[in-house]
């Protein structure tokens, strides 16, 4: 049928992780581009959502999610993120965080509205913008620190920008933005009058005894603030499609409308699961972290002894990697010609970027099991000699 697609997504197009795991699937390499977190999923998310399948809560649930879980969550949020919210009105759980940032943006921009992104961004951010008939904007921080500055800030605000996406721990940087840069965050919009939108999907995936710094809890920056959390990286549970927005009860009341509509709730056994696994003893948290600690340091060493020289991530469970000085015309050639030396699939640079300055890195996903890993970093090592 002659039929033509919707104009909203004329110029959208697959990723090149995409296009990467198609190539590292063809040719049976191990695939280090894509982040999928195969840790096995605490047993009491496990056994809390086969009970409440047992006990047969099959039903839709609240557009706003379950109340036990809701309530975990405030308590979560308290303990973790020093963030005092009203359960009942200001926490609405979504489909995965992919979902709550779709609702969010649906809820509170208008088409044609400026979303400023800082890069290197995540790819869903800005085709979700995209999808959205946004106009997004962009701030370039700088490797290997990717400090924020408030003069390039400030300077990157436009008249029509109405929002902006903070990403911390950031995929695919690793940079986790201190009480000091949110402070520059929290007078920027105040002075322009924007919303934040803050994915702390990695909030639990921290390195060196840094401590997760939530946006929403520095200084006046909550009211403006829309939280964006979720269960995939922390449970392990991608495929459960689980997270949550958290924002003043006027704002979490709109995004609710929204989801309700795209969504119409959450799955909810799998509430009652996460609801049940918010319990587990702070030592789990410890370990998740010192595990990809360990993950992290070994594919650093891998990387490094490859000649691709690592930026060590701060939080996260990415690490890009430098390829200014190998001499190839662009990141794509890059990640191909590593796949095809090695076996080993990475994501071009320039996937995180609309300036040029991807073109000189790789990103690697180094959530993997320990075997995988090891044997990823041995065919790595080969790639100089
Ligand atoms: N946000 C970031 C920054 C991510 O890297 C990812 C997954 O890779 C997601 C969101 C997806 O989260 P969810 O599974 O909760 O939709």
Known sequence: MNFPIA??????????????TRECERLGGINLGQGLGDLPAPPEVRDGAIKAIQDGRNTYTPSEGVTPLRLAIAEKLRRDNGLTVDPEQEIVISNGTTGAFAATLTALLNPGDGILLLEPYYGYH??????????????????????????????AVRPNTRAMV???????????????????????????????????????ITYDGRQHVSPASVGRLGERTVSIMGFSKTFSITGWRLGYAVAEAS????????N???????????????????EVPPEYFQHLRS???????IICEGLNDAGLTPLVPQGAYYVLASIAHLGFADARSAAISLLEQTGVASV???????????????????AKDDATLREAVARLRKFRS
């Open 251 to 258: 704002l979490a009341s709109a995004i609710n409308l929204v």
């Open 126 to 155: 800005l085709n979700t913008i995209l999808l959205q008939g946004l106009e997004p904007q962009f701030l370039t921080l700088n490797p290997p620190e990717f400090d924020l500055d408030e003069a390039a800030l400030n300077a």
């Open 291 to 297: 595990e990809y600690q360990r993950k992290r340091d």
């Open 7 to 20: 104009k909203r997504i004329a110029d959208l197009r697959p990723s090149d992780i995409r296009l990467m």
């Open 348 to 366: 071009p640079g320039s996937a995180f970027y609309q300036s040029g300055a991807g073109e000189s890195l790789i990103r690697f996903c180094f």
């Open 166 to 204: 903070l990403c911390t721990p950031a995929n695919p940087s690793g940079k986790m933005f201190s009480a000091t840069e949110l402070a520059i965050v929290e007078r920027v919009a105040e002075r322009h009058n924007l919303l934040i939108i803050s994915d702390e999907i990695y909030e639990y």
């Open 260 to 278: 309700d509509l795209l969504y119409v709730c959450a799955p909810s056994p799998l509430q009652y699961g996460v609801a049940a696994g918010l």
